[in-house]
């Protein structure tokens, strides 16, 4: 089941993550601007890359750069090579978080890099770059229907459901 997708315009590919740790990419016809009722053909596959857990994360960086995040508690960066019409994802980073166990998601705020996810049954909000715990909420863990929200001017909102209620916390800055 894919969990996430992410469109690299520049090497015109459809970058995809499953619930198995796998990430693939495949590419768009040539003259298409949009990957949208174009045929797709397979070029990358990386079976079990995040293990054999969860990919929650991909997002192209502004340098041009695929992230993956997952269930692992890792963070990667690669690197997008196209070569003879084939193509490859080359690691050129590896971060392992050991205080966000499931990384949702990172976002970069302020010149810092937070990293969102959970750490057993608590949501928790990471500042990679301070090396410090911004939030935690006990919220029941990743399984919970939730979601947040984190911006620079708004602060965090995050919001889920237990005990059939809806909660909602918020950080202003």
């Not at 996430?4 to 090497?11: D, I, L, S």
């Not at 590919?13 to 053909?41: H, K, T, W």
């Not at 937070?114 to 990679?128: E, H």
């Amino acid at each position: 089941r894919i969990l996430c997708v992410e469109v690299c315009h520049a090497k015109r590919l459809v970058i995809c993550a499953d619930q198995n740790g796998s990430i693939m990419a495949f590419r768009y016809r040539a003259g298409r601007e949009d990957p949208v009722g174009s045929d797709l053909e397979l070029t990358i596959m990386m079976r079990h890359h995040h293990a054999k857990l969860a990919v929650s994360l991909l997002r192209m960086n502004e340098a041009g750069d695929l992230v993956s995040g997952g269930r692992d508690g890792k963070l990667y960066k690669y690197e997008i090579h196209s070569s003879q019409g084939s193509d490859m994802l080359r690691p050129v980073e590896i971060q392992s978080e050991k205080y966000v166990s499931a990384i949702e998601d990172c976002v970069s705020l302020g010149g810092s890099l937070y990293v969102v996810g959970f750490q057993a049954s608590d949501f928790v909000i990471w500042n990679a770059t301070e090396n410090c715990s911004v939030i935690k909420i006990d919220c029941g863990g990743w399984r919970r229907p939730r979601h947040f929200c984190m911006r620079e001017r708004e602060g965090l909102t995050f919001a889920f459901v237990k005990d059939h209620s809806i909660h909602v916390q918020q950080l202003v800055p």
